[in-house]
């Protein structure tokens, strides 16, 4: 694809680029790919907790998208349509691990957070933002989630009610309760600060794309 044309590609709308997957242009997905891996980085880790089930999930949201593209209809935005598939895969995998997980004495309590982070997440996070990081991924997960797609994905009261299936009023409520958990003048203090939080670009970007594709492949071959 010559630079203008992918350019111009890369402008259109997202219901724009479903129409043309649906038509057959399957490559392009991954501009909807790209677009969206960090969002649902983000909201699968805020879930699960775990770094390593996150990229599973991720592909499996994609590709489950992929599968029922042409149920996406466009009463809510592309996002919030594939938001849901994200959070429901995730909720999937919570409900399995849970179920298989042995109960030890602990057993209710929240684990801290790992404090082992991959080259790419030292060299991206700052002080405050690997605070701000931990501080959310110790809030129980009804409200990890709302703060999640609130304060660093900027969703609006009305995308993340869409998004998680509950009430708006749901939504403000978890929220206040997730912000003070979280020491909600710190959240303030780091401000723009939080969107440097849980990177998911570049190398990690690229190996969700891979995967997917790799995927859908072997999904299509004859049997």
């Known amino acids: 694809m010559e ?3 992918q350019v111009r590609v890369e402008a259109w709308s997202d219901e724009q680029v479903v129409l043309h997957v649906l038509a057959g242009d399957t490559a392009l997905y991954e501009i909807l790919m790209r677009r969206y891996n960090q ?3 983000r909201t ?3 879930i699960l907790r775990e770094d390593d089930e996150t990229e599973d999930v991720m592909q499996d949201a994609w590709v489950r998208a992929y599968q029922h593209l042409d149920q996406f209809e466009g009463r809510a935005a592309f996002s919030t349509w594939l938001t849901r598939i994200a959070v429901h895969e995730a909720l999937a995998r919570l409900r399995r691990r849970n179920r298989f997980s042995a109960i030890d004495e602990n057993d209710g309590e929240m684990d801290p957070p790992s404090a082992e982070r991959d080259p790419e997440q030292n060299t991206a996070h700052s002080e405050v933002s690997g605070m701000l990081e931990e501080a959310l991924l110790n809030l129980p997960e009804m409200y990890r989630t709302v703060v999640m797609l609130r304060d660093v994905e900027e969703l609006s009261t009305a995308e993340t009610a869409a998004s ?3 009430s708006e009023q749901n939504v403000k409520v978890r929220l206040h309760r997730g912000r003070a958990l979280a020491r909600k003048a710190l959240m303030e203090k780091v401000g723009a600060s939080a969107k440097t939080a849980f990177p998911f670009m570049g190398e990690r970007c690229d190996r969700i794309v891979a995967g997917v594709f790799a995927r859908l ?6 049997r």
Do not use: S
């Open 3 to 5: 630079l203008l044309e």
């Open 44 to 46: 699968v880790r805020a």
């Open 217 to 222: 492949a072997d999904q299509q071959r004859p």
């Open 39 to 41: 969002r649902l980085y």
């Open 164 to 166: 998680l299936e509950i």
